[in-house]
């Protein structure tokens, strides 16, 4: 079954604590992105990778950092997390192209940074 | 740059209404356009999608025709379920070629159908 798979799905943590949230894929897609979700403010991207060892910053990628290692996994690092990331987040992938195709979503990460 | 506007506000109805939800959108090139259903606890899921003016996307007795000259996406169905009860997004792909493959999302509408 094609999926995208984040761990973990819940998570209660403190300030500055280091973190690290995976996404894993099964369908040998090139373009992986992570999104977080706010109430009002819909879903917005912060990292992009168009493949591995090449990533990008999205619209609010300040704090985070990612990594694209193999193709198949995208973490989300949270090296210094403060309350401002309690959210829920997603990670996406696709195939690379002309952006026509769909993207698949996993079931998403909800944080909160006390 | 790209954005997507959806109607304000949570959307209540009675089983076997009809149901629209309204979207519109701006971007400087010729995007292909999406609705994504989040039923609770769950993550984003294809619904329908749209790639160039004219077309109608259809699932689940959803559709929603790609409008270039009212840059709109309108999603309907004709009579819902208490089971399509979820949060719908409008999104866009517009990037350029081998570029960033973001979806700019539009806020969502929470459904709610009541039996």
């Known amino acids: 079954e094609a999926q995208v798979t984040q761990n973990p799905r819940y998570l209660i943590t403190v300030t500055g604590k280091k973190l690290t949230v995976t996404c894993s894929q099964n369908?040998?897609?090139?373009?992986m992105s992570w999104y977080r979700q706010d109430p009002g403010l819909g879903l917005r991207q912060i990292y992009y990778s168009m493949n591995v060892e090449v990533t990008d910053k999205g619209d609010v990628p300040e704090g985070y950092k990612v990594s694209r290692k193999e193709k198949r996994n995208f973490p989300l690092i949270l090296e210094s997390p403060s309350p401002n990331q309690t959210s829920l987040y997603f990670c996406a992938s696709t195939s690379t192209g002309h952006g026509n195709q769909p993207q698949h979503f996993g079931d998403g990460t909800r944080l909160s940074i006390l | 740059g790209d954005s997507v506007t959806q109607m304000e506000g949570p959307v209540t109805l009675s089983e076997e209404a009809f149901l629209t939800i309204n979207c519109t959108y701006t971007a400087t090139g010729y995007p292909s356009l999406f609705w994504y259903v989040q039923y609770p606890g769950e993550g984003l899921q294809l619904l329908l999608k749209?790639?160039?003016?004219?077309d109608k996307g259809s699932n689940k007795g959803f559709e929603a025709t790609y409008r270039k000259e009212t840059t709109s996406f309108h999603l309907e169905k004709g009579s819902v379920q208490v089971s399509d009860s979820a949060v719908y997004f409008c999104?866009?792909?517009?990037?350029?070629?081998?570029?960033?493959?973001?979806?700019?999302f539009g806020k969502g509408n929470q459904v709610v159908v009541i039996p």
């Open positions: 749209a790639t160039k003016a004219d």
């Open positions: 369908m040998n897609h090139e373009y």
């Open positions: 999104a866009l792909s517009d990037p350029p070629f081998y570029g960033n493959n973001r979806l700019a």
